[in-house]
């Protein structure tokens, strides 16, 4: 199995939005990721990208579509796509996966659904779910910190946080972020997989 993380551009956040009680004033660089997860004869993607960000300035942007074609890929090549939530930089370029069956909590799909062409193959979750049945250790997990049905994807023992987390500060420092909808989750992410047998891959940290 492989995990190849996809940077298609650069911008900066706030850190009140990075870090509970973080500076309104400070910004931090970060980056705009998405990952790739192959398996077997599966590409599968965590996540979309975006092509328009209103209101972030963005630098060295060049796109999801041309990040994944630097690893050879195609949106038609790729099988899967797990979302782990509806905000648009997670979802927008979803139209685009017109093979793949899609993975997605309930209540964020309720928030995206617009970004779904009508004939897509969705699969919607709750709490947990084993997307490809023969590759178990592949789970969406719904923590439900950063928005209601905010969900990582657990590789065994590596993660791929969404924006339960934006820094590895948060994890080090065991600092939940400043953009939540339910802070008690959001800490409680951040106390779980803080422990060191975690790998936790990040999608804007620079």
Known sequence: MKITPLIY??????????????????????????YLIQA??????????????????????????????EVGLAPKDITHLLITHAHHDHIEMAGLYENAAV???????EKG???FN??????????????????P???????????P???????????????????????TKKIPTGSSSDPQKSRAFIEKYSDPKYTVLLCHEK
Not at 103 to 109: D, R, T
Not at 150 to 171: F, H, K, M
């Open 118 to 135: 009508s004939d897509a193959k969705i699969t919607l979750f709750e709490e947990k779910i084993t997307p490809i049945p023969n590759i």
């Open 9 to 34: 551009g650069y911008s900066r956040m706030k850190e009140s939005m990075a870090f509970i009680e973080g500076d309104p004033n400070r910004d931090l660089p970060i980056s705009f990721t998405f």
């Open 149 to 171: 049905g905010s969900c990582i994807v657990e590789i065994g023992n590596t993660v791929i946080a969404g924006d339960e987390c934006y820094t590895r500060r948060n994890l």
């Open 103 to 109: 993975f997605i909590q309930k209540k964020e799909y």
């Open 137 to 147: 250790n592949i789970q969406m997990v719904c923590i439900g910190g950063h928005s």
């Open 40 to 69: 077997e004869s599966f590409n599968i993607l965590v996540d979309t990208g975006c092509t328009t960000m209103p209101g972030w300035e963005m630098t060295d942007f060049r796109g999801p579509v041309a990040a994944l074609r």
């Open 113 to 115: 659904k617009k970004y």
